[in-house]
Each structure stands twice: as structure tokens, then as C-alpha cells.
């Protein structure tokens, strides 16, 4: 398998995940994006260590897979929290609509 | 005093400041102010003539008057006359330097200057006496007053300077005095145009004297008086300025002095006050001109070349004046007129004297004259005062006055003696020392002028007095005597009029005159011809044929059938007789043709050039103004200033407006930046390590 | 019968794993409906997961279905019906600047597959014995708790904070 075949795939879902956090107006589907992003760090991160394996020992080689380990548990928190603020935000002004959330208007 | 010479014009300048300022307010109205000061100038000067006597005196000798008896020709002498030089009292200043040029004040007094001194404090002292009642209740009586002093300082100032420009500041202040005197009763038009006329007239000649004055200055390198007679008389002076000098400073004696042809303002000048034709028109104004010719006689005596004999522009234009001065004396109704008509000729006597080099003649001509010529017009005054009603027309208001007013007549009388020339009275000794002279000197023809004159001269004069004391009278006022103030004046120089011809009385062996004034200081050498009996005796019977004839005319007029009313019937004696009352149609030449035919053209064109020329120009400025206004609102105020500023403004605006393309207050709008950024800058690190 | 080669299997393998998840991973992004992009997640995730076991990751896999697919996404799914998001298709659910957006994300796909391909180049993963030991339960285990303890037990704290954090904000009063 080709190396850059799942680094150019990660590349498309990181950049999928950008397009929609910044396109859509759903607070909810903004975070199933950044989702997406996380998920498509985590693809680099274990193929890059299925990559380093031969030329590293297997405890080296295993910290990408640490890494991505330790992604999906902060992914989980942050999907936890963010939507807590995403009910509370929906509780105080009605809508989950990121377009009519803009109080910082300069 | 020779040595405070400059009180002479001091007092009198201070005169006239106080009674300027404070005249109204003292009692007198300022008369006693100017009294008292011509008083006490009048004791100085005469406190001057003796230290000047004493001066000659001490320099020659007392008994040179004496030794002068009989005394002959000088001509040929190559030293002085025989006499100890007698050098001038000059005290002189420098007022200031400029390259070399130094501008003088000071006063230099010498035998001439003492005599006009004498003349000139004199008859003014007694102008101010005789004013007192004869301007009283006059509107503008303190003015008049203060006039006269300013008049006395500055003939004075003029009389005393020892160099040219002063003489001009003082010749220009009598000119000016002249003017606001003549014109003192201002409100009839006839005064102002008078003075005005008096002014301009005079003006016109002292171009010449401002012209001659600069001229002698460049040719004698100073305007010290003494240094211009030093030079004239030396022998590497060029006698081509010198003749140009002297005949533009004789222009201005021309204008001054009233010689023909700038003759003309004198008669009109007799618009002013009758005290005022005394003083300024008779006695001593108008002998400025004469003075200034003997004070700077070198000049003219080199310049015309007195001394050869001959023609020569003075002697000329002297004797052209005597004629006709004294032709136009015949046709006039008006006093005033006949005796200012007399004082043009006399004067012609003067600068003809002059001009044939008989200077003490001349000199002593001018003495004479303004004793008898002031108190014929203080006479002629007094009868306009007290006899006719205040008017000058003899043949309309005057006639048979002798009876009414014995004082007035006698002493005119005399007046009228002393100035036809008469023994023994003042006229006799001078006029007859001038045509001796002439003859003696060469100038034949300007001997029969002079006789002429004499002649003319006894003839209008008897015309005169026939008319005013003679006869019936004719006036609508109640003729009496005049009041003291006005008969004592007469009386005074009555008095002057017999004895003055004694201090120079040839026959008698009085010399005392020209050894007192004449110069023997930087002087040229002169003729001076012994008395001539046979022509004393013959302009004394001409003199006596005119009287003659004359009082036969007039006194017989009723039996001289063909001779009564000759002007009226005859074509050319009525031509004749129109031609002299239009005064040779002189007037109507400067007048109506030259100042008319200068001032109409002059007029018309600089209205033209006015309407045509400046009002388009400044139009053209308004109207250009205006447009660029306009311009300016529309194309650079609206469009342009206004639309940058509309500019900036929409700019600032749109630039706002984009910038708040980046503030919406949307947290994706931010992170689309962030991540465009990012993008951006992931692609320049990339490009940049590649 | 012809055998493919184990390269073979693998590159369709992960072909095909690559066309769905890519798809899937477009209609999150620009599906109408929010249940169905939330689904279409379920099927990126789970295409993703496939691919760990490609790469001989197993407990990687493993965790991603578990936490992700069996967690986040039940956590996804209540919050949208917690918020009342339409359950249908609306056409309201992309804002005004996706064009920028999708310039934006474009843009960066190219820069990052530029880099990477400059990169990388022809590098390959090698299927071997080592590659699967790697993906040991217990090497990664060992991994974890020899060489990565501390983040763990940091990792731990984290989700405490994460845990009662939540709470906090979501909690009536």
C-alpha cells in the first residue's frame, strides 16, 4: 500500500471536515465535522506507524497508535462538552443556528 | 543786529504763529500782536542801517561822502571804485551734506539787503497801522493779520538769505501769502480766480528760477549767493551757462515782477484788499524779482553781457514793459487798475535800469518807488473808504473828492509828483539817475523809451487825478475824511516821498545811497556817468508836457468838440481804444488759446482713455473675477473638491463596509479566515523550502 | 483460479474503503438532512475503522467502533433531537459562505496533497509480522502504561474535568 494513498484520503477527510465547520449553519453538524477532522488526524497517525514499523522497535512504533488512542478519548470529551454548551446555547436562545449567534458583531 | 540778521524773518514768522493761534482771542483780534511785532522789526531794521553806515564808514573813511561830490566816470578803473572793499555781514550754517553737496541756512547782509530791510519793515508796519481801520469788521480780520506777518517773514527770509535755495523758500512763501491775500474775500468768484490767476502766473515764471537756480548751481558748484557771484565774475567761467542761468532766473523775475509778457495777473490781482495791493503789488513783492536781479547782478551781468553795450534780453523786456504798462494805464475806470498798471511800468523801469547796468539807479528807482506807490494806494484806499462808497470806479462813484477830503488829496498829490518824476520829490532823482545812465551808457534807444515812459506816465496819471479829486462828484455815498489811522500812514510816507530822493541827490553832491548800498564785494565794475544836467532838465519838461497836455484834455474836455467822443465815432480810434481794454488781448491768448487749446484736447482724451481704456480694463477684471468665481464653485469646488471629499468618504465607507465583511460576529466567518490564512501560509513556507 | 497477489487484495480493499468513506464523508458535509449526515458519519467512522484493521491496528479498530460509532455518535443523535433539529430535509443547513468555504478547503487539500506527495513520494507500508505485532493489544497496552503513563493518567483527569464539566453547563437551575 502506498503511503500516500492514506495520507492524500486523511488530507481529503481533514479538509471535508474544514469545508463543512466552516459551511454549515447547524451547530451539531459543525461538530460531527470536526469529527471528521479528528478522525482523519487519527487515520495519518496509525498509518504513519504502520509506516515507521520496520525501521523502529515495536513499543517506538506503537506511539502513533498511543496517539490516536489518546485523540478518540479527547475526541469523546470535546464531543461531550461542546454539545453541553450546544444544548445550553439552544436552551438560552432558542436556536442551534450559528448565524444568529452573532453578538460579537463589529 | 548785521550779526542777528535772522530776527528779521523770526519776528515776524512768531507774529504770525500767535496770532494763529491766539488771535481771535485777544483783545485787537490779533492786530496789536502783529503791531508790535513790525514795531519792533522796524526799530531793528533801522538799529541795522546804522551799523551797516557805520560799517561803510569805518571801512572808507567818513568823508567819502564828500569826496564823492562831483566824482566822475569809474569806467576803466581795474581795482575797487576807488573805495576800501566793504565785505557783507554773513553768518551761514550748514544744514546738512549729501555727496559732497552741502545745503546752507544763514544770513548775509549787506547795503541792499539793509535798505530792503528798511523798506520792507517799514511800509508793512504801516499796512498794519492803516488795517486797523480800514479792515474793520472784516470777517476774516485775524487771518488777514496773520497773513501779513507770514507775508513780512518770508519777503524778509527771502531779503536776508545768503543762498539760493533759501531765497526760493522765501520767494515761494510770499507767492503763497500773495494768493490767500488776494483771494481774502473769497466768497466772490472774481477774488479766487484772481489769486488763482496771481499764483499760476507767477508759478509759470518760477520754472525759469528754479531752472536758473540749478543751472548756477552746476555751473559754480554751490548755492551760496557769494560763491555763484565769485564765480560769475571770474574769468574761467563759461559764458554760455551764465547766459542760460541768467535767462532762466530773469524768467522768474519776469513772472514775479510782473514784466511783460507774465504781466498779467497784477491788474486782476487788485481783487484783493487795498492795504494788501500796497504792501504785496507795490512796494515789495513785486520788487523781488528786481531784488533778486541785484542781488545776483554778476550773473546777469556777465550772462547778458551788460557790459559791452547793446541789446540784451533785460533792457528789452524792460522797455517793452514801461510802454505797455503805462499805454493800458490810459483806458481804465478802475483806481486800483491805473496804479497797478503804473507799477507794471515802473518796474520795467527797474529791470531796464538794470539791464543797461545802471544798478544803484535802478536800486534806488526801487527805494523811491514803493514810498510814493504804497501811498498812492493807501490813498486810493482811503478815498474807496471814506469817499466813495467802497467802490474803485473813478468815473462812475468818484469826482470832486479834494473838497471832501484835504488829506487824502494833498498826499496823493504828492504821490502823483514823486511818480511823474518831478523836482524836487523822490521820482526825480531816481528815474532821471536811470535814463542818465542809459544815455551815458550806450543804450540810446532805451533813453528815448525811458522818455517815453516819463511822458505817459505824467499824462495817465493827471487822467487819474482829474477823474478822483477834480470835477463834480459823482458817487451816491457821503465823501468825508478818513480817521487817523488811515491819514497818518499817508502823512508818514507823504513825508518819505519828498525827502527819500535826498540820500542820493547827484546834483547836491548826496551820494550817500550808492555808497551805502551799492556793492563793492565780489561786484562788477560799473558805469557810473556824471548828472546830466541838460537830460535831467529834458525828462523834467517832458514830464511837465505830459502833465500838460494831459490836463488840458481832460480839464477842457467840454470845449474840445472833435476831440470829445473820438473812440465812439472813429472806426480806428474805436479799435485802438477796444484793443487796450482787452489788454492787448494778452488774456484771451493764455487763456482762451493756450490753456484752453491744452486743457480741452487733454480733457477729452484722458475721458477717453477713462471710459475706453481703465473702465474695460476693470471690467474685464470684474468680469474675469466672476467667472473665476464660477469656475471655481462649479468645476473645482462641486466636481472636484467635493467629489474627492464625496470620494474619501465613500472609500472610508466601502473600505468599512468590507471590513465588516470579516466582523460579522459568526465565529465560521472567523474560522474561514484562520483557515485561509493558514492555507496561505502553508503554501508560502512550501514554496519557500522547495 | 488466478491468486492475487496480497498487494492486490489490499490496494482494493483499500480502494474501495476509500470511494465510501470519501463519499460518506461528503454527504456529512452537504446532506440536507441532519439525521442523515449524522449517519453518514456512521459510515465514515466505521469505513475508517476498517481501514485501522487494513494497517493491522486492531485495538485502534476496535476503540473507534466502541467509543466513536458506539458513543459519540449516540451522543451526536441526542443532541440533535435535544436541540429540535428538523428531522426532515431542509434546505437551511449550509450558510452563506460556502463557496469561500469550499474555495477555502480546497485550497488546502491542494497544499497538503502537494507536501505530501513531495514528500513522500513512492513510500510504501510493508505488510509484514511487524506490522501486525505493532498493533498488538498488548504491545500497545505495554506502550501505554510503560512509555505514555503519565498522559494517561493526565488523559484521565481530563475526562473527570470533561465529565463534570458537561454536567455543570447542562444542568437545569
Known amino acids: 500500500m502506498a503511503l500516500n494513498n492514506f495520507l492524500i484520503l486523511s488530507a481529503f477527510l481533514f479538509c471535508t471536515g474544514i469545508y463543512g465547520v466552516l459551511a454549515r449553519k447547524n451547530a451539531v453538524l459543525v461538530l460531527m465535522s470536526i469529527e471528521l477532522m479528528l478522525n482523519a488526524v487519527n487515520l495519518n497517525l496509525v498509518a504513519f506507524s504502520a509506516f515507521n514499523s520496520p525501521t523502529q522497535s515495536v513499543r517506538q512504533a506503537a506511539s502513533g497508535q498511543v496517539f490516536a488512542l489518546f485523540v478518540i478519548t479527547i475526541a469523546a470529551a470535546e464531543v461531550g462538552v461542546g454539545l453541553a454548551i450546544v444544548l445550553l446555547i439552544y436552551r438560552n436562545s432558542r436556536t442551534a443556528d450559528l448565524d444568529q449567534l452573532d453578538e460579537m458583531k463589529g | ?32 500782536i502783529g503791531i508790535i511785532a ?21 571801512a572808507t573813511g567818513h568823508s567819502q561822502g564828500l569826496r564823492a561830490l562831483g566824482r566822475g566816470v569809474f569806467a576803466g578803473e581795474s581795482s575797487s571804485h576807488g573805495e576800501a572793499v566793504v565785505t557783507p ?21 549787506d547795503g541792499l539787503v539793509v535798505m530792503m530791510l528798511f523798506v520792507v519793515t517799514l511800509i508793512s508796519l504801516l499796512v498794519h497801522v492803516y488795517s486797523v481801520a480800514y479792515m474793520h469788521n472784516d470777517i476774516r480780520y485775524t487771518h488777514y493779520y496773520a497773513m501779513l506777518s507770514l507775508f513780512t517773514a518770508s519777503m524778509l527770509l527771502l531779503v536776508v538769505a545768503d543762498n539760493t535755495l533759501q531765497l526760493l523758500v522765501g520767494w515761494e512763501g510770499v507767492g503763497l501769502c500773495s494768493f490767500a491775500l488776494i483771494g481774502h474775500w473769497w466768497e466772490e468768484g472774481v477774488n479766487s480766480a484772481a489769486a488763482l490767476k496771481a499764483f499760476l502766473t507767477t508759478r509759470t515764471g518760477d520754472i525759469g528760477l528754479m531752472i536758473g537756480i540749478i543751472i548756477m548751481f552746476f555751473a559754480a558748484g554751490t548755492f551760496n549767493i557769494t560763491g555763484t557771484n565769485v564765480y560769475a565774475l571770474s574769468k574761467g567761467a563759461d559764458h554760455t551757462l551764465l547766459l542760460a542761468g541768467a535767462t532762466c532766473l530773469f524768467i522768474g523775475v519776469i513772472g514775479k515782477s510782473g514784466q511783460f509778457p507774465l504781466h498779467t495777473w497784477l491788474p486782476d490781482a487788485m481783487a484783493g484788499p487795498t492795504p494788501v495791493s500796497a504792501l504785496i503789488h507795490a512796494a515789495t513783492m513785486v520788487v523781488a524779482g528786481v531784488f533778486l536781479a541785484a542781488r545776483m547782478y554778476p550773473v546777469f551781468f556777465k550772462g547778458f553781457s551788460i557790459g559791452a553795450g547793446g541789446m540784451n534780453f533785460m533792457a528789452i523786456t524792460g522797455g517793452i514793459t514801461i510802454i505797455i ?56 484806499g482811503s478815498v474807496s473808504h471814506s469817499g466813495s462808497h467802497h467802490s474803485f470806479d473813478m468815473k462812475n462813484d468818484m469826482g470832486g473828492l479834494r473838497k471832501f477830503m ?38 540810446d534807444a532805451f533813453l528815448v523809451v525811458g522818455l517815453i515812459g516819463a511822458f505817459l506816465t505824467a499824462a495817465y496819471m493827471t487822467r487819474c487825478v482829474y477823474l478822483t479829486f477834480f470835477g463834480e462828484y459823482r458817487g451816491h455815498g457821503h465823501p468825508h475824511e478818513s480817521e487817523p489811522l488811515i491819514t497818518v500812514p499817508l502823512i508818514v510816507l507823504a513825508c518819505f516821498s519828498i525827502l527819500a530822493g535826498l540820500v542820493n541827490a547827484a546834483p547836491l553832491g548826496v551820494e550817500k545811497f550808492k555808497q551805502w548800498v551799492e556793492p563793492t564785494f565780489v561786484f562788477p565794475q560799473l558805469v557810473h556817468p556824471e548828472f546830466d544836467y541838460p537830460k535831467a532838465g529834458l525828462s523834467l519838461f517832458i514830464a511837465l508836457l505830459g502833465i500838460g497836455i494831459a490836463a488840458y484834455f481832460w480839464f477842457q474836455k467840454e470845449e474840445l468838440g472833435p476831440l470829445k467822443g473820438l473812440t465812439q465815432r472813429n472806426k480806428a480810434a474805436h479799435a485802438g481804444y477796444t484793443f487796450l481794454e482787452n489788454k492787448y488781448y494778452i488774456d484771451y491768448l493764455y487763456e482762451d488759446v493756450i490753456v484752453a487749446g491744452i486743457k480741452g484736447p487733454m480733457a477729452r482724451g484722458a475721458y477717453w482713455f477713462n471710459q475706453n481704456v481703465i473702465d474695460k480694463v476693470v471690467n474685464a477684471f470684474g468680469a474675469g473675477a466672476v467667472k473665476l468665481g464660477r469656475f471655481t464653485y462649479n468645476t473645482i469646488d462641486q466636481k472636484g473638491i467635493d467629489r474627492a471629499y464625496d470620494g ?43 | 483460479m488466478i491468486v492475487l497477489g496480497a498487494n492486490v487484495a489490499v490496494n482494493v480493499v483499500f480502494w474501495i474503503l476509500a470511494i465510501a468513506i470519501a463519499a460518506a464523508a461528503i454527504g456529512v458535509v452537504r446532506s440536507p438532512n441532519v439525521v442523515h449526515a449524522a449517519l453518514f458519519l456512521v459510515v465514515v467512522l466505521a469505513g475508517i475503522a476498517a481501514l485501522y484493521i487494513l494497517l493491522a491496528a486492531e485495538f485502534v479498530a476496535w476503540v473507534q ?27 437551511d443547513l449550509d450558510n452563506s459562505q460556502r463557496l469561500a468555504s469550499a474555495v477555502v478547503a480546497l485550497f488546502l487539500f491542494g497544499v497538503i496533497a502537494a507536501l505530501m506527495v513531495d514528500a513522500y513520494g ?35 483527569m481530563l475526562l473527570l474535568a470533561a465529565l463534570v464539566g458537561a454536567v455543570v453547563i447542562a444542568r437545569r437551575d
Open chain 2, 38 to 58: 513790525l514795531g519792533s522789526s522796524f526799530v531793528l531794521s533801522i538799529v541795522a542801517v546804522v551799523q551797516w553806515i557805520q560799517r561803510v564808514d569805518d
Open chain 2, 89 to 109: 555781514v554773513v553768518h551761514s550754517f550748514t544744514w546738512w551734506q549729501n555727496a559732497g553737496i552741502s545745503f546752507g541756512v544763514g544770513t548775509r547782509v
Open chain 2, 648 to 690: 474619501v468618504a465613500e472609500a472610508t465607507g466601502d473600505a468599512g463596509g468590507l471590513l465588516r465583511y470579516f466582523q460579522s460576529g459568526r465565529v465560521q466567518r472567523y474560522a474561514l479566515l484562520l483557515f485561509g490564512a493558514v492555507g496561505i501560509l502553508a503554501l508560502a513556507l512550501l514554496i519557500a523550502n522547495s
Open chain 2, 325 to 380: 504798462g503805462a499805454v493800458l494805464a490810459f483806458v481804465q475806470r478802475d483806481i486800483k487798475k491805473v496804479l497797478a498798471y503804473s507799477t507794471i511800468s515802473q518796474i520795467g523801469y527797474m529791470v531796464m535800469a538794470l539791464g543797461v547796468g545802471a544798478w544803484t539807479a535802478a536800486v534806488f528807482h526801487l527805494f523811491t518807488h514803493a514810498f510814493f506807490k504804497a501811498l498812492l494806494f493807501l490813498g486810493a
Open chain 3, 122 to 156: 513512492d513510500k510504501e507500508i510493508k505488510l509484514n509480522s511487524k506490522l501486525v505485532a505493532v498493533g498488538n493489544t498488548h504491545n500497545i497496552a505495554s506502550a501505554i502504561f510503560r512509555d505514555y503513563l503519565v498522559p494517561f493518567e493526565v488523559v484521565s
Open chain 2, 1 to 32: 543786529m548785521l550779526n542777528n540778521a535772522w530776527l528779521f524773518p523770526a519776528i515776524p514768522a512768531l507774529s504770525f504763529l500767535l496770532i494763529l493761534f491766539f488771535g481771535k482771542r485777544t483783545p485787537g483780534k490779533g492786530a496789536p
Open chain 2, 406 to 443: 484835504p488829506v487824502t488829496f494833498w498826499t496823493f498829490m504828492i504821490g502823483t509828483a514823486a511818480l511823474c518824476g518831478i523836482f524836487p520829490f523822490a521820482g526825480f532823482w531816481s528815474k532821471d539817475e536811470i535814463l542818465v545812465t542809459a544815455g551815458a551808457s550806450g543804450f
Open chain 3, 65 to 91: 467502533v466502541l467509543i466513536y460509532i458506539g458513543a459519540i455518535v449516540i451522543l451526536f443523535l441526542f443532541g440533535i433531537m435535544l436541540t429540535r433539529a428538523p428531522m426532515r430535509a431542509t434546505g
